[in-house]
């Protein structure tokens, strides 16, 4: 599971747009950037976007062949990068493709209202990986008429016809998942995991008669393919090497192979090895093999995640998107934080969860601050900030997992300038001065007990079925809260101090239960349009386990809600009691997690997680108008250049620094398109 961006980025304002930016966005342009303390994190912002772009610390650290391990595993993530594209929707491609050859060919008036709209919409398709939001999954609205963008694929013999023309337009395929409550969720989602006429009752049926080989070891069925019908039967096409996108999974593997040639140990050999084997076989049997040699395969200081992986994107929760994050560990942070994996017994041991449903023995966790190399897929450009992998929960239970940070992203955010938004929501000048002083530390540290503790803490009953089947389109929403909620427990706990993580853990502890009620309440709907219900899992979770918290602690007047000059804060009062709530909340999520509840799951997302309360909302809107930052992030990643002697022999890797986003993205379609347009 991969943690998102849990916290609206107060810390970033302004932006910074390139006078060259037509030229060098059409160029692939790059500008060489050294590790320095100065170091520019802004790059553009449009719409509701703001680009960032990091550094990689440790770069020149590293041996030449560790260098070359990074390389041809970004190599790879780069090439598989339409394949998400292609999952996104059905016409992605197609659309991308004509646009762009609009944006490089066009040569009429460049000064108008339109052709700014044009652009605009370019670089929002661009970030979301096609033309549904990144977030919210609804379709993306252009700002230009569907005259206007018929003259310029005329006048730049640009073609996109039929349904991939009139869909940007029209309201077909609105949402690239939709989970609302009492609607077919499959049917209804653009997402391109399944045909346009198969049916959530379908999906369920298909895959219940999938039988795995070893019942206590559960393979991933539908992980990596895509149902459809021929001849009105359900039939599976397969990702791999002469099957669906086999043309950019041939590419992926050709890259594969060379990072095996330079692994740093056999381990780490052996699970590339096998995750070769798995991209020509599509064996779902071999994916586990692969998962279960990867987690063993700790030592080293290059490590990576590559393949189908999250399910998100899934209404019914099988089918994994593409994804590639390449990361070099970061040593002195890495050894800092072990201590959280190092003790992962204590942790679950002290929960509160019933005894039933703690591990006796916690094994195999991993855990490491890195510092990304490149990304691709679902990771770009929009980022996690953590992630636990694998997700299979027998691989959990019997091998372990490894957890990950992403330092030099969360240092991006955390160095790219103040908006002042913080002070505009928090209630009063103690909570400021606790985010101020704290609140760093406090997300750190969130992050890692979210993603070492909390995703590797608990146990299903004997006989209950994997998440995907039995919670369904709440899995991934429950699994995120569950594992917030273990962050929020053991954040308000002199555990900390004694593990020498923090100095002072009621500040840290109260800094972080105030961002993540202010958060989970009021400031992540600036995200949303006035009237939309909140979909995306994260945001979800986050308004379920705030919104449960206040209303059970109403009666002690835990979180008070205060209304001073018409604004609306929310203040606790009793962060003692509020530990506890989050206790129970957390003993009951692993509860419904552990039975397979699904009632239970329903009722706490849709009472508490999934309607806003309209008035808040637009009083949040209305304040929030002052603010020109933008408030989603994503990443320019930097270039990782191969320099070769005559011979074709590399000689050394250099990171270089795009200096646009469209930059970025015509130099991927140029170098890593490897799919056709129709799939």
């Excluded at 590293?62 to 059905?90: F, P, V």
Aim: aromatic share 10%.
């Amino acid at each position: 599971m991969k943690l998102k961006q849990i916290l609206i980025i107060t810390s970033i304002a302004g932006f910074m747009f390139s006078c060259d930016a037509d030229k060098k966005g059409e160029t692939g342009e790059t500008e060489k950037v050294e590790i320095t303390e100065d170091f520019d994190f802004n790059v553009e912002q449009f719409a509701d976007i703001k680009m960032l772009r990091y550094q990689i610390p440790g770069w020149k650290d590293l041996t030449l062949k560790e260098q070359k391990l990074a390389y041809y595993l970004t190599q790879a993530g780069l090439s598989g990068r339409d394949i998400m594209w292609d999952q996104n929707y059905r016409h992605n491609l197609k659309i991308r493709k004509a646009l762009e050859n609009v944006y490089v060919t066009y040569n009429g008036d460049k000064n108008t209202e339109d052709w700014s709209a044009f652009e605009t919409y370019l670089k929002r398709v661009w970030f979301s990986n096609g033309i549904h939001h990144h977030y919210s999954n609804a379709k993306l609205k252009p700002e230009f008429s569907s005259e206007y963008l018929k003259s310029l694929l005329a006048l730049t013999n640009s073609t996109l016809e039929g349904e991939a023309f009139d869909v940007i337009f029209n309201g077909k395929d609105a949402k690239k998942v939709n989970l609302t409550k009492d609607v077919d969720n499959v049917l209804l989602s653009a997402i391109n995991f399944y045909g346009p006429d198969v049916t959530t009752s379908e999906v369920e049926d298909f895959y219940k008669k999938k039988v795995s080989p070893n019942p206590e070891k559960p393979l991933s069925f539908g992980l990596n393919s895509q149902l459809v019908k021929e001849n009105g039967v359900l039939t599976e096409r397969v990702y791999k090497s002469g099957g669906l996108y086999g043309s950019a999974i041939d590419e992926i593997t050709k890259w594969l192979a060379l990072a095996q040639g330079v692994a740093e140990n056999k381990a780490q050999g052996d699970a590339l090895g096998l995750l070769i084997q798995y991209y020509n076989t599509g064996d779902l049997q071999i994916w586990d093999d692969y998962n279960v040699a990867w987690t063993a395969a700790t030592d080293g200081n290059i490590d990576y995640i590559n393949s189908f992986i999250e399910v998100y994107n899934d209404p019914a929760g099988y089918r994994g998107s593409y994804e590639t994050v390449v990361q070099i560990k970061d040593f002195d942070m890495s050894e800092k934080m072990s201590v959280l994996s190092e003790n992962a017994q204590w942790f679950e041991d002290n929960s509160p969860l019933m005894a039933e449903h703690k591990k006796d023995s916690v094994v195999g966790v991993t855990y490491k601050v890195v510092n990304v190399a490149g990304e691709a897929g679902d990771s770009s450009p929009s980022t996690p900030i953590g992630v636990n992998l694998p997700n299979a929960n027998w691989i959990r239970a019997a091998v372990g997992s490894k957890s990950v940070s992403l330092g030099n992203i969360i240092h991006a955010y955390n160095n790219a300038g103040s908006t002042g938004r913080l002070k505009e929501f928090v209630n009063d000048d103690e909570e400021y001065e606790l985010e101020e002083k704290y609140g760093q530390v406090a997300d750190k540290l969130h992050t890692a007990l979210h993603e070492v503790i909390g995703h590797a803490s608990g146990q299903l009953n004997p006989g209950v079925g994997e998440t995907k089947e039995t919670l369904k389109k709440y899995a991934s929403t429950l699994e995120e809260g569950r594992a917030d909620l273990v962050g929020l427990y053991y954040l308000y706990s002199p555990k900390l101090q004694e593990l020498g993580l923090v100095d002072d853990w009621k500040s840290v502890g109260k800094a972080a239960y105030d961002g993540y009620i202010r958060n989970g309440l009021m400031t992540q709907l600036i995200r949303l349009n006035l009237g939309d219900d909140v979909e995306e899992a994260h945001m979800v979770n986050r308004q379920w386990v705030s919104a449960w918290a206040f209303e059970k602690g109403q009666a002690d007047n835990v979180i008070e809600k205060v209304t001073r000059d018409g604004n609306t804060y929310f203040n606790i009062n009793d962060y003692d009691k509020l530990h506890a709530l989050f206790g129970q909340l957390l003993k009951e999520t692993q509860r419904i997690k552990s039975e397979g509840d699904y009632q239970a799951v329903e009722d706490l997302v849709e009472g508490y997680g999934v309607k806003v309360d309209q008035a808040i909302h637009a009083e949040v809107l209305e304040r929030n108008k002052q603010f020109t930052d933008a408030p989603y992030s994503g990443f320019v990643n930097p270039v990782l250049v191969a320099e070769k002697d005559d011979n074709g022999k590399i000689t050394a890797i250099k990171v270089e620094q795009l200096d646009t986003f469209e930059g970025q993205m015509m130099r991927y379609s140029r170098d890593y398109s490897f799919l056709p347009s129709e799939n």
